[in-house]
């Protein structure tokens, strides 16, 4: 067992784990963040997805030893932020949540492409998506949410 030391949502969290243990179960099973989810384990669908130091990465395939002094960022941290409600208002309204169950990792990937690009086009918006499956709603509503959420949050980003 390691102690590690990183920031979850603007908290700092110190906690015993293995260090070959996977962030996915690190943040489900030891700090009870339920919005990361479990699909495929593979880092194919992106349904565990979070943000690692601003990047979005698939939370099955890191160990729990490389997150010493970073910043993770899940849903339950992003919907406490202005920016996150502007973007989860923006999913709501366009109708881009069915199921649920990649929510929470379209959410902080739509984080990512607006911080990255706050007018991003629907070309940008659908090659940053690509490592995000959806099987109930279709991608065309995800886009205009994330489209949306650019126009409406303003300065946020």
């Not at 990183?6 to 906690?15: A, C, G, P, R, S």
């Not at 899940?74 to 919907?79: F, N």
């Amino acid at each position: 067992m390691d102690r590690l030391l990183f920031t979850l949502n603007n908290n700092k969290v110190e906690i015993s784990v293995s260090p070959s243990k996977r962030l996915i179960d690190v943040l489900r099973d030891d700090l009870d963040m339920k919005s990361v989810k479990e699909g495929c384990g593979e880092g194919e669908c992106g349904a565990c997805a979070v943000l690692k130091d601003g990047l979005i990465v698939t939370s099955c395939l890191i160990p729990a030893g490389t997150i010493p002094g970073s910043n993770i960022t899940t849903l339950e941290g992003l919907r406490e932020t202005e920016r996150g409600k502007c973007i989860i208002e923006a999913f709501a309204d366009a109708g881009a949540v069915q199921c649920g169950f990649c929510t929470p990792g379209m959410v902080l990937t739509a984080e990512y492409i607006l911080n990255k690009n706050n007018h991003p086009n629907e070309d940008e918006i659908r090659k940053e998506l690509a490592g995000n499956l959806c099987r109930c709603t279709g991608y065309d509503m995800i886009v205009t949410a994330i489209m949306s959420a650019a126009e409406k949050g303003g300065g946020l980003w």
